[in-house]
């Protein structure tokens, strides 16, 4: 059973701070990253893709992968509250069918 | 329109009704998906369709009938659901392959009563 872990949270960081949300995955040879936002009620929105090891920036996202450690994690600098949000980890099928979705990871931002 | 567009966005229904939900994509997607949402619990895919042929059911129950006429647009038809199947339902898109993730429609969220 080829899985997508996230530890669900809730994760409560102050306002200004940075979220660090991680994922790991059992699938070796998976090729595509994702990480979705989801609003409590709304659909997934896709806000950070990746497929090389490193670090990708957008705005006041970063997200990393590695791997070798089958790992991935998103980085939300100068947390807002309106980023509060459950946050799914995705993972290509490494035979190419579809996406694994993580169980997500419930983020609130205190203002 | 643009996007995945999803109706209706809620309903409700009885245990003895049919009903369906509708799915219409307007990005030149080849493959469209079907998920279901419960409170608190994670996605899961319910049926995937390539070039409008079915590619998976993922175990979901006779209850549940997809409809794929063309590679826009998706139905799920519904008839003797249960109040447990109460959830958001969620269409998905995409080009095929997956190197470019999903995008969803708006769900429609059913309550069985």
């Known amino acids: 059973q080829k899985e997508v872990e996230q530890n669900s949270g809730p994760l409560s960081v102050p306002e200004g701070a940075i979220a660090s949300l991680n994922c790991t995955y059992s699938?070796?040879?998976?090729?595509?990253f994702f990480w979705y936002r989801q609003y409590s009620g709304k659909s997934p929105e896709l806000i950070m893709s990746?497929?090389?090891?490193g670090d990708k920036e957008d705005g006041r996202f970063t997200a990393q992968l590695n791997k070798a450690s089958q790992y991935v994690s998103l980085l939300i600098r100068d947390s807002q509250p309106s980023d509060s949000a459950t946050y799914l980890c995705?993972?290509?099928?490494?035979?190419?069918?579809?996406?694994?979705f993580g169980q997500g990871t419930e983020l609130s931002v205190k203002p | 329109e643009t996007g995945v567009t999803q109706t209706p966005r809620h309903l409700v229904m009885g245990m003895t009704n049919k009903k369906s939900l509708k799915c219409e994509q307007h990005l030149g997607h080849n493959a469209m998906y079907w998920y279901k949402q419960s409170a608190k619990k994670p996605l899961e895919l319910m049926f995937v369709y390539n070039f409008k042929e079915q590619t998976e059911n993922n175990s979901v129950p006779s209850r549940f009938s997809p409809e794929c006429p063309n590679s826009s647009h998706l139905f799920l038809h519904l008839h003797t659901l249960q109040p447990e199947d109460s959830a958001l339902y969620l269409c998905?898109?995409?080009?095929?392959?997956?190197?470019?993730?999903?995008?969803f429609g708006s769900g429609t969220r059913l309550t069985v009563v």
């Open positions: 998905a898109s995409s080009q095929g392959g997956n190197n470019y993730g999903y995008t």
């Open positions: 995705v993972v290509s099928d490494g035979q190419g069918g579809k996406l694994i």
């Open positions: 990746i497929y090389s090891n």
């Open positions: 699938d070796r040879v998976s090729q595509s």
